[in-house]
Protein backbone atom coordinates (compact mmCIF):
# COMPACT_ATOMS: atom_id res chain seq x y z
CA UNK A 1 0.00 0.00 0.00
CA UNK A 2 1.39 3.39 -0.72
CA UNK A 3 0.72 6.27 1.97
CA UNK A 4 0.71 9.81 1.23
CA UNK A 5 1.63 12.95 2.65
CA UNK A 6 2.23 13.35 6.52
CA UNK A 7 -0.84 11.98 7.54
CA UNK A 8 -0.13 8.72 5.80
CA UNK A 9 -3.38 8.45 3.69
CA UNK A 10 -3.86 4.87 1.76
CA UNK A 11 -3.74 5.16 -1.84
CA UNK A 12 -6.36 3.70 -3.40
CA UNK A 13 -7.23 5.53 -6.77
CA UNK A 14 -5.57 6.44 -9.83
CA UNK A 15 -7.04 9.49 -11.78
CA UNK A 16 -6.18 9.38 -15.59
CA UNK A 17 -5.76 12.66 -17.50
CA UNK A 18 -4.71 14.55 -20.60
CA UNK A 19 -2.56 17.64 -21.53
CA UNK A 20 -5.37 19.47 -23.07
CA UNK A 21 -3.28 20.93 -25.74
CA UNK A 22 -3.29 21.20 -28.96
CA UNK A 23 -2.28 17.66 -30.90
CA UNK A 24 1.17 17.13 -32.00
CA UNK A 25 1.95 20.03 -29.55
CA UNK A 26 4.72 17.97 -28.11
CA UNK A 27 5.67 15.61 -31.11
CA UNK A 28 9.48 14.61 -31.48
CA UNK A 29 10.09 15.92 -27.46
CA UNK A 30 11.69 13.24 -25.31
CA UNK A 31 9.55 12.81 -22.01
CA UNK A 32 11.92 14.99 -19.73
CA UNK A 33 11.23 18.22 -22.18
CA UNK A 34 7.56 17.61 -21.82
CA UNK A 35 7.82 17.33 -18.03
CA UNK A 36 10.34 20.48 -18.29
CA UNK A 37 7.44 22.27 -20.47
CA UNK A 38 4.29 21.28 -18.26
CA UNK A 39 6.21 21.42 -14.68
CA UNK A 40 7.00 25.23 -15.41
CA UNK A 41 2.89 26.04 -16.47
CA UNK A 42 2.25 24.45 -13.72
CA UNK A 43 4.83 26.82 -11.65
CA UNK A 44 3.61 29.44 -13.47
CA UNK A 45 -0.41 28.91 -12.21
CA UNK A 46 1.06 28.63 -8.55
CA UNK A 47 1.68 24.83 -8.02
CA UNK A 48 3.65 25.10 -4.85
CA UNK A 49 5.83 21.65 -5.54
CA UNK A 50 5.79 22.57 -9.75
CA UNK A 51 4.71 19.25 -11.81
CA UNK A 52 1.36 18.23 -10.56
CA UNK A 53 0.94 14.66 -11.71
CA UNK A 54 2.85 11.68 -10.72
CA UNK A 55 3.61 10.34 -13.98
CA UNK A 56 3.08 11.04 -17.59
CA UNK A 57 2.90 7.99 -20.37
CA UNK A 58 4.37 9.40 -24.12
CA UNK A 59 2.40 8.36 -27.24
CA UNK A 60 4.56 5.25 -27.15
CA UNK A 61 4.19 3.98 -24.08
CA UNK A 62 7.46 5.79 -21.93
CA UNK A 63 6.83 6.50 -18.07
CA UNK A 64 7.95 9.71 -16.86
CA UNK A 65 7.67 9.47 -13.22
CA UNK A 66 6.58 13.22 -11.72
CA UNK A 67 6.12 13.85 -7.96
CA UNK A 68 6.74 10.71 -5.87
CA UNK A 69 3.70 8.31 -4.97
CA UNK A 70 4.07 9.64 -1.44
CA UNK A 71 3.32 12.98 -1.91
CA UNK A 72 0.19 14.52 -2.54
CA UNK A 73 -0.57 15.44 -6.02
CA UNK A 74 -2.15 18.60 -7.63
CA UNK A 75 -4.27 17.12 -10.59
CA UNK A 76 -7.64 17.14 -9.16
CA UNK A 77 -9.16 19.82 -7.10
CA UNK A 78 -10.12 18.14 -3.43
CA UNK A 79 -9.44 14.70 -4.80
CA UNK A 80 -6.27 14.86 -4.36
CA UNK A 81 -5.48 13.13 -1.33
CA UNK A 82 -5.27 9.09 -1.56
CA UNK A 83 -4.96 9.38 -5.56
CA UNK A 84 -1.99 9.12 -8.19
CA UNK A 85 -2.61 11.34 -11.03
CA UNK A 86 -1.33 9.95 -14.56
CA UNK A 87 -0.96 12.24 -18.02
CA UNK A 88 -1.34 10.67 -21.05
CA UNK A 89 0.08 12.42 -23.73
CA UNK A 90 -2.20 13.09 -26.45
CA UNK A 91 -2.03 11.09 -29.84
CA UNK A 92 -5.22 12.26 -31.03
CA UNK A 93 -5.50 12.38 -34.81
CA UNK A 94 -7.87 13.80 -36.32
CA UNK A 95 -10.23 11.66 -39.16
CA UNK A 96 -12.72 14.74 -39.49
CA UNK A 97 -13.58 17.95 -38.90
CA UNK A 98 -14.68 17.20 -35.32
CA UNK A 99 -13.92 13.98 -34.65
CA UNK A 100 -11.24 12.30 -32.88
CA UNK A 101 -10.16 8.90 -33.39
CA UNK A 102 -7.83 7.61 -30.71
CA UNK A 103 -7.23 9.53 -26.89
CA UNK A 104 -4.33 7.02 -26.37
CA UNK A 105 -2.29 4.61 -28.31
CA UNK A 106 -2.05 1.18 -27.54
CA UNK A 107 1.64 1.68 -26.01
CA UNK A 108 0.28 4.06 -23.67
CA UNK A 109 -2.86 1.68 -22.89
CA UNK A 110 -0.35 -1.08 -22.19
CA UNK A 111 2.15 0.70 -20.15
CA UNK A 112 -0.37 2.15 -18.04
CA UNK A 113 -2.07 -1.25 -17.21
CA UNK A 114 1.36 -2.79 -16.95
CA UNK A 115 2.04 -0.15 -14.30
CA UNK A 116 -1.27 -0.55 -12.46
CA UNK A 117 -0.75 -4.08 -11.74
CA UNK A 118 2.65 -3.66 -9.62
CA UNK A 119 0.87 -0.53 -7.70
CA UNK A 120 0.00 -2.04 -4.25
CA UNK A 121 -3.59 -1.09 -2.92
CA UNK A 122 -5.16 0.60 -6.08
CA UNK A 123 -8.91 -0.42 -6.70
CA UNK A 124 -10.37 2.56 -8.71
CA UNK A 125 -8.94 4.40 -11.86
CA UNK A 126 -11.14 7.29 -12.74
CA UNK A 127 -10.92 10.17 -15.20
CA UNK A 128 -10.59 13.83 -14.11
CA UNK A 129 -14.32 13.67 -15.77
CA UNK A 130 -15.26 11.87 -13.02
CA UNK A 131 -14.77 15.09 -10.83
CA UNK A 132 -14.78 17.84 -12.42
CA UNK A 133 -16.93 19.50 -15.60
CA UNK A 134 -14.02 19.10 -18.13
CA UNK A 135 -13.77 17.12 -20.98
CA UNK A 136 -10.20 15.45 -19.75
CA UNK A 137 -9.17 12.85 -20.56
CA UNK A 138 -11.23 12.63 -23.60
CA UNK A 139 -13.06 9.12 -22.77
CA UNK A 140 -15.26 8.11 -19.66
CA UNK A 141 -12.86 5.81 -17.69
CA UNK A 142 -13.88 2.42 -16.52
CA UNK A 143 -12.02 0.61 -13.69
CA UNK A 144 -12.67 -2.71 -15.10
CA UNK A 145 -10.96 -1.63 -18.39
CA UNK A 146 -7.62 -0.61 -16.51
CA UNK A 147 -7.39 -3.17 -13.55
Not at 62 to 90: C, D, K, W
Not at 109 to 128: M, N
Request: proline share 5%; aromatic share 12%.
Amino acid sequence: MILQGKSRVPVREVVLHCAAIPTGYFDGQRPFQVFATINRWHTERGFTNGFGYHGLFMPDGQFYEGRPFTMIGAHVIGHNSGTLGFLLIESRKITQIGDFDDWFTRQQELSLKARLRVLPGIETVSGHNDYAPKLCPGFKVQTQDWL
